[in-house]
């Protein structure tokens, strides 16, 4: 069974910096493109970024690129989202996903979904 667990979220302020965590199990983790996907109050879900299954190559919304850096560490299963120069815009709840071929980017169609990590940029 597939499980993601996001951490480390909170409250900055504008400027500042946060460091999200995502541990994934239920899943041979080194072997999924995982991404970031976050959802502003009132708003859709929105993708942020994506790292592919060897950490080769990352993607970015160009909303976010040149601040949030994406990395995994496959012995802990583990995802991260480091976010500097936090701007209120990036206030969400942020969600990690295990990439679906069926799906894509297509974030309506996938089912499971972790609890998210709040992040609120405030001064």
């Known amino acids: 069974e597939v499980q993601l667990v996001e951490s480390g979220g909170g409250l900055v302020q504008p400027g500042g910096s946060l460091r999200l965590s995502c541990a994934a199990s239920?899943?041979?983790?080194?072997?999924?493109?995982m991404s970031w996907v976050r959802q502003a109050p009132g708003k859709g879900l929105e993708w942020v970024s994506s790292?592919?299954?060897?950490?080769?190559?990352?993607w970015y919304a160009d909303s976010v690129k040149g601040r949030f850096t994406i990395s995994t560490d496959n012995a802990k299963n583990t995802l991260y989202l480091q976010m500097n120069s936090l701007k209120s815009e990036d206030t969400a709840v942020y969600y990690c996903?295990?990439?679906?071929?069926?799906?894509?980017?297509?974030?309506?169609?996938?089912?499971?979904w972790g609890q998210g990590t709040q992040v609120t940029v405030s001064s």
């Open positions: 239920g899943f041979t983790f080194s072997s999924y493109r």
């Open positions: 996903q295990k990439y679906s071929v069926t799906y894509g980017y297509d974030w309506s169609r996938y089912t499971y």
């Open positions: 790292i592919n299954s060897g950490g080769g190559s990352t």
